[in-house]
C-alpha cells in the first residue's frame, strides 16, 4: 500500500470539512516506522466545535496576555485611562501593568511638580484604572516605583536606605618609591546629589604582573594594610626596595546617586534604593503607605487580583556595587574577612581590575556574588513579597541582572518574570521556569516581543515566532511591551510611546500597541490563541526528561546546555536548570525514579563544571551529598566534565575541599552514576543509564514543552527559533512519538486559533508510546492531548489508522473519511487489521485569482497627534504585488481589502468534495470573508482557509482584509527618525488559488 510521507503540505493546506462531515481531525499518513504501520499528521478542521472543553475554547481573562502600559508619569487624564482599560479589554486582552516610562519625551518637558509619579493626579489615575480593570475582568498591575529601579523622592544619596558603591583610588609605586600625602582619591568622579565619602580601607600589594590587556596580577602574601595608618586624611607609606612595583589603594564607600530610569519623575528626584538592606524596602513600603494608597485604593488593590511589579536589577554604577553592612554580612555567612580581598572584587564599568597570583580570586567573587544575592533575597524579595501579600495582591519581579542566584529567586516570589529582548536563547527561559517549578509556582511571565530597531514595523509572524520560543522555554504569561498611553508633552503622530523617538532620535524599540495600529483590528484573534495557549501552558505541572544542576544561578546569560541545545532538543530532549539551593526545596525529592515529581519530574541529573567562571568542578558539601543520597536512591547521575579534581564552591576549607573530594569519589564508584568528559559522551552516558527522552522525532526544529494534569499529557509543540531572521525556519514534517501517562491514552488536537478539541483517528501505538505525524509552518504551533476516550466530553471513535494511500484521514460521523488532493480509489488498513476503500470521483480544476480590487484605508497623521485621517484609496489590480510597488501606496500604512469575484461550476459542491483559499504570502495580518460572511476559523501563522461552506456554485464574492503595520507611514511622517528603516512590503501578496479536494467515507 503506498504511503505518501513526500508529500510537503503545510498543517492548513489540508483543511476542511463540507457542511455535512462530522467533527473531527484530518491526519496525513507517513511513511512507516516499522513493517505495515503509518502514522496520521495533526491537522485542524475546518469548521465545527468536535468536542467540549470549554475552559480552552473560552479560557476566561486570567489565562489571557497583558500589556505594560507606559504611562508617561501623573501627565494623565483619568477619563483616556479608563477608555484605555476598555480598548484593552475589548481587544480580548487580559490585563494591564502601569509603569512611569518615557525614554521618548525630552528632557524637562513632563511636569514631574504638578503630576509626578505617585502625586495626588496618579494616585487618581491608577484608582480609576483599578475600578474599571475591576468592571472589565482583567488584572491591573502596578510597577512598584517610577520606572526602574525601586526608587522614592524621600531619600537622598547619604539615606541609610539609598543604594551605595564601593570606589576605589589607586598610585602605583616604583621598588623604594614613597607616598607622603593624601590617601587616593577615587578613580572616578561622584554622582549628583553625593556629598558623603566614607574611607574603608588603605591597603598596598606587590604587582607580580601588569599585561598590556587584562587585569592587573597582584602578590596576595604581599598584603599590607594601611588603614590605621591614615593620619588627617593622608598616609606616609614607602614601597620595599627590589624588583616589584607597588600599588597603593583605597577603597571608599558612598551614595551611588543613581535614578530611576528615563528621566524625571519627581521632584525631589527619586534615588534608587539600596537592594541588598532592610532599610532600602522599608522606604518603599513607607511610601506607598503614606503617599499613595488611600483607604479606597487599598480596597481596590484587594479585589484587583493584580501584582505589584519590579522590573530587571539594572543597578548602574561604574564601580562596585555595595551595601552598607556587607563587611559585617560577609564575615558572617561566609566566615571570613572580606577586606583583605577587595582588590578582586572591585569594578570599574562592570570589569574587574585586579587578580590575586592564585586560585583564591574567582572563589572570593563567587563568595562576594553569593552574599549580595542573599541579602537580595532576604531584604528585598521577601519584604515586598509579604507586603504584596498584605494587600491581596501577588509580587511580580524579573529577577535577574546581576551575578545572583535567579532560579532560587524564582522561586522566592509569585511570579517571577523574564524578557524576550534579554534572552539569547531558549534556555534563558528554562532558567527561570526551572526556579518557578522547583518552588511549585505555575507561572513564568514574560515581557515580551520587544524588538531593538524594530518599533511600529514588527509583524505578527515575528511577535508569534518570539512567543512559540519562550512557551517551549517555559513561559506561560506574556505581558506584550507595550501599550503606551494616548499621548504626552512633545509626542507627535500616533501618539506617545515609551521608547519611539528613542535617545538621540532613533527608531528605538518595541512596537506601541493598541489602536493606534491597524493591526489592532485583528489582535483580538491573536489574544484569543495566546489565551488558549496559556490556559494549556498552566494546565497540572511540567516534566522534563533531565535536569543540569549549576553552581550558578544566574539568568539572561546566554550560556545554555551546550549539548542539548545542539543535539538534545532537535531530537525531542527537554530539560532545566537548577542550582544546589534547588535541592533544598521541599519539592527536591525522589518518587517514582524522578527527581522533583511536582516540580519538574526530572529522569536524570547532569552536574555540570562551573562553565560561568573558571570551569572548576565545584560544589558544596551539602549539594554533593545530596547528589550521592540521589545516587545511593537509583536516581541516574551524570558527571559532565571533568571531575578528576573536585572542589568545594567559594573559598573554603582544606576540610572542605576534603569532604567534596571524597563524596565526587563515591558518586564516580556509583552504579547509578556515568562520566561523560565531552558533549558528544553526554547521550551514550544516558544511554548506559537506561535513560531515554519522551519525546522521540528526526532532527528538526521542532520545539515542545510537555504538562501532566491528573493523568492527561498536554504537549505543546512549535516550529520556532530565537532569531529566526539569522536561522530561517522551515516547515517541520515528520512523525513524532509521545509518551503517555497512561498506556491507553488516545490522542487529540487542541486547536488553539478556533478553540476546537479534535480526536485523532491516525496514530500508531506502543504502549504507552503514540505516534502521531507533525507539519508545521514556520512560526506555527499545535496542542498533542494524550487522555482517555471520554475525556472531552463525549466518546472519542474507536477507529485507529495505521496506513493508507489517500494524503489523509479524519473521524466522521460513521467511521472515517479520506481526504485526497486527487480523485480515485484509496484505501486504510486499521489497527486491527482490517482494510477499507473509497473512491473520491473527478475534481475540478483549481482556480488561480488574479484579478482584484483594492480599496486601502490610508492612515494619516490627523487634526492632533492622536489623531488618525484614513482616506480611502481604490485601485484595480491585474495582478497581486505589495503597496510599495503600487502608484501612490508606495508610502501607505493602514487597511487594504481585496475584493474579486469567481465562478464555480456545479462540480465544486459536492458531497465528495471541499474547497480551501491559498492565500500565498500576506503581510501583515489577514481575514476573509465569503460570500459576506467571516471565515473565522484560520491560523495567521498558515495563509490556508478552508471556505468549504462558504463558497458555493456561481457567482462567489471573496474579501481579504489585510492589516498593516505603521512603518511605512511614519517614514515619511517622521523621516529624521524612521527614514533609515526600508520600506516594508504590505499586503495580499499571493499567489492566491482556489483548490478543491475530495472527501470520501471509508465503507
Excluded at 515575528?462 to 494616548?486: D, K
Excluded at 533544598?584 to 519538574?600: I, K, Q
Excluded at 475584493?899 to 465528495?912: A, H, I, M, P, Q
Aim: hydrophobic share 40%; net charge negative.
Amino acid at each position: 500500500m503506498a504511503t505518501f510521507n513526500d508529500l510537503s503540505l503545510s498543517r492548513r493546506q489540508l483543511l476542511g470539512y463540507s457542511a455535512a462531515a462530522a467533527a473531527g481531525v484530518l491526519v496525513a499518513n507517513a511513511a512507516p516506522q516499522s513493517a505495515g504501520a503509518a502514522v496520521g499528521s495533526v491537522l485542524p478542521a475546518g469548521t465545527g466545535n468536535a468536542f467540549g472543553i470549554s475552559e480552552f475554547a473560552d479560557p476566561g481573562t486570567s489565562v489571557a496576555p497583558k500589556f505594560r502600559w507606559w504611562w508617561p508619569n501623573g501627565q494623565v487624564e483619568v477619563d483616556e485611562i479608563v477608555r484605555e482599560v476598555d480598548q484593552v479589554a475589548d481587544a480580548g486582552f487580559g490585563g494591564l501593568e502601569i509603569a512611569d516610562v518615557h525614554h521618548s519625551v525630552a528632557s524637562g518637558d513632563l511636569d514631574v511638580d504638578g503630576f509626578p509619579w505617585g502625586g495626588d493626579r496618579w494616585c487618581e489615575a491608577v484608582e480609576a484604572a483599578l475600578a474599571q480593570a475591576k468592571r472589565r475582568d482583567i488584572r491591573l498591575d502596578i510597577t512598584l516605583g517610577p520606572s526602574w529601579p525601586a526608587a522614592v523622592p524621600t531619600i537622598t544619596p547619604q539615606h541609610e536606605a539609598a543604594l551605595t558603591e564601593l570606589v576605589h583610588g589607586v598610585v602605583e609605586l616604583a621598588p623604594g618609591q614613597a607616598h607622603r600625602g593624601a590617601v587616593p582619591a577615587p578613580a572616578i568622579g561622584a554622582e549628583h546629589g553625593v556629598t558623603e565619602t566614607l574611607l574603608l580601607s588603605v591597603q598596598a600589594f606587590e604587582i607580580v604582573t601588569k599585561p598590556a590587556k587584562g587585569n592587573i596580577v597582584l602578590k596576595r602574601a604581599s598584603g599590607v594594610d594601611l588603614t590605621d595608618a591614615v593620619v588627617d586624611g593622608a598616609v606616609d607609606w614607602t614601597a620595599p626596595a627590589g624588583t616589584a612595583s607597588w600599588v597603593l589603594l583605597a577603597f571608599w564607600r558612598r551614595g551611588s546617586g543613581q535614578l530611576a530610569e528615563g528621566g524625571a519623575h519627581t521632584n525631589p528626584t527619586s534615588y534608587v534604593v539600596d537592594h541588598f538592606s532592610s532599610a532600602g524596602a522599608q522606604a518603599v513600603i513607607d511610601f506607598w503607605e503614606s503617599e499613595i494608597i488611600s483607604a479606597r485604593m487599598s480596597k481596590l488593590l484587594s479585589e484587583a487580583g493584580g501584582a505589584f511589579f519590579e522590573d530587571s536589577l539594572e543597578i548602574e554604577t561604574e564601580a562596585t556595587i555595595w551595601t552598607r553592612r556587607l563587611p559585617e554580612e560577609f564575615r558572617a555567612r561566609q566566615g571570613y574577612e572580606l577586606t583583605p580581598f577587595l582588590p578582586v572584587v572591585i569594578e570599574l564599568k562592570e570589569k574587574y581590575l585586579y587578580d590575586f597570583d592564585d586560585i583564591v580570586t574567582t572563589r572570593v567573587r563567587d563568595d562576594f556574588n553569593q552574599v549580595l544575592s542573599d541579602l537580595y533575597s532576604e531584604h528585598h524579595l521577601v519584604p515586598f513579597r509579604d507586603w504584596a501579600h498584605s494587600h491581596g495582591l501577588e509580587y511580580r519581579v524579573q529577577a535577574y541582572g546581576l551575578e545572583q542566584d535567579s532560579i532560587d529567586q524564582a522561586g522566592i516570589v509569585d511570579i517571577p518574570e523574564t524578557e524576550s529582548l534579554g534572552a539569547k536563547n531558549v534556555d534563558d527561559y528554562r532558567v527561570l521556569a526551572s526556579g518557578r517549578d522547583i518552588a511549585g509556582h505555575t507561572i513564568l511571565s514574560c515581557e515580551s516581543a520587544a524588538y531593538l530597531g524594530k518599533s511600529y514595523s514588527a509583524t505578527i509572524t515575528e511577535v508569534l515566532t518570539t512567543h512559540g520560543e519562550m512557551f517551549a522555554g517555559g513561559v506561560n504569561q506574556s505581558v506584550l511591551h507595550g501599550f503606551p498611553y494616548a499621548s504626552a508633552p512633545g509626542a507627535g503622530w500616533p501618539g506617545f510611546a515609551a521608547f519611539s523617538p528613542y535617545y538621540n532620535n532613533s527608531v528605538g524599540y518595541s512596537e506601541a500597541w493598541g489602536p493606534r495600529m491597524p493591526v489592532w483590528a485583528h489582535l483580538p484573534d491573536v489574544a484569543a490563541y495566546l489565551a488558549r495557549t496559556q490556559w494549556v501552558l498552566r494546565a497540572g505541572r511540567p516534566r522534563y526528561d533531565l535536569v543540569f544542576l549549576r553552581q550558578k544561578g544566574w539568568a539572561q546569560t546566554g550560556i545554555g546546555a551546550p549539548w542539548a541545545t545542539a543535539s538534545g532538543i532537535p531530537v525531542g530532549w527537554t530539560h532545566g536548570f537548577l542550582t544546589g539551593s534547588s535541592l533544598e526545596r521541599e519539592g527536591a525529592v525522589l518518587a517514582g525514579g524522578r527527581l522533583a515529581p511536582e516540580g519538574g519530574a526530572y529522569k536524570a541529573v547532569i552536574v555540570d563544571i562551573d562553565r560561568f567562571r573558571g570551569n572548576e568542578a565545584t560544589l558544596t558539601v551539602a549539594t554533593a551529598e545530596r547528589l550521592l543520597d540521589f545516587a545511593d536512591a537509583g536516581l541516574p547521575i551524570v558527571l559532565f566534565g571533568d571531575w578528576s579534581k573536585p572542589a568545594a564552591i567559594g573559598f573554603r576549607s582544606a576540610e572542605q575541599n576534603a569532604r567534596v573530594a571524597e563524596v565526587v569519589a563515591a558518586l564516580r564508584n556509583s552504579p547509578s552514576v556515568a562520566l561523560a568528559p565531552a558533549n558528544a559522551d553526554i547521550p551514550i552516558a544516558l544511554a548506559s543509564l537506561g535513560v531515554a527522552p519522551d519525546v522521540d522525532h528526526e532532527t528538526s526544529n521542532l520545539k515542545h514543552i510537555r504538562r501532566v494534569d491528573g493523568g492527561v499529557d498536554y504537549y505543546y509543540l512549535v516550529n520556532a527559533k530565537h532569531n529566526p531572521a539569522k536561522d530561517k525556519l522551515v516547515p517541520i514534517d515528520h512523525d513524532v512519538v509521545l509518551t503517555a501517562e497512561h498506556a491507553d491514552s488516545v490522542p487529540y488536537e487542541l486547536d488553539a486559533w478556533s478553540g476546537e478539541v479534535r480526536p485523532l483517528v491516525a496514530y500508531r501505538r506502543d504502549g504507552a508510546r503514540v505516534t502521531v505525524r507533525v507539519r508545521l509552518q514556520p512560526a506555527q504551533s499545535t496542542v498533542i492531548v494524550l487522555a482517555p476516550r471520554d475525556w472531552a466530553g463525549r466518546q472519542a471513535p474507536s477507529e485507529q489508522v495505521v496506513e493508507t494511500d489517500a494524503v489523509a484521514v479524519r473521524a466522521a460521523k460513521r467511521g472515517v473519511e479520506l481526504v485526497t488532493d486527487a480523485p480515485g480509489r484509496f484505501s486504510v488498513r486499521f489497527a486491527d487489521g482490517r482494510t477499507a476503500t473509497a473512491t473520491v470521483k473527478a475534481l475540478p480544476a483549481p482556480i488561480e485569482l488574479t484579478s482584484w480590487t483594492l480599496s486601502v484605508e490610508d492612515w494619516q497623521p490627523g487634526a492632533s497627534p492622536t489623531e488618525t485621517a484614513k482616506p480611502v484609496v481604490e485601485v484595480p489590480l491585474s495582478g497581486l504585488v505589495p503597496w510599495s510597488a503600487i502608484p501612490g501606496l508606495a508610502d501607505t500604512s493602514g487597511i487594504g481589502r481585496y475584493t474579486t469575484r469567481v465562478k464555480l461550476g456545479s462540480d465544486w459542491k459536492t458531497s465528495g468534495a471541499g474547497i480551501r483559499l491559498e492565500l500565498g504570502r500576506v503581510v501583515d495580518t489577514f481575514r476573509v470573508r465569503v460570500n459576506g460572511k467571516l471565515v473565522e476559523d484560520r491560523d495567521l501563522t498558515d495563509s490556508t482557509v478552508d471556505i468549504s461552506e462558504f463558497a458555493h456554485p456561481g457567482n462567489n464574492t471573496i474579501e481579504v482584509e489585510v492589516a498593516s503595520t505603521l512603518i511605512n507611514r511614519l517614514r515619511v511622517v517622521n523621516p529624521t527618525v524612521y527614514g533609515v528603516v526600508k520600506r516594508a512590503d504590505y499586503g495580499l501578496l499571493g499567489p492566491v488559488v482556489i483548490r478543491p479536494y475530495g472527501v470520501a467515507e471509508v465503507r
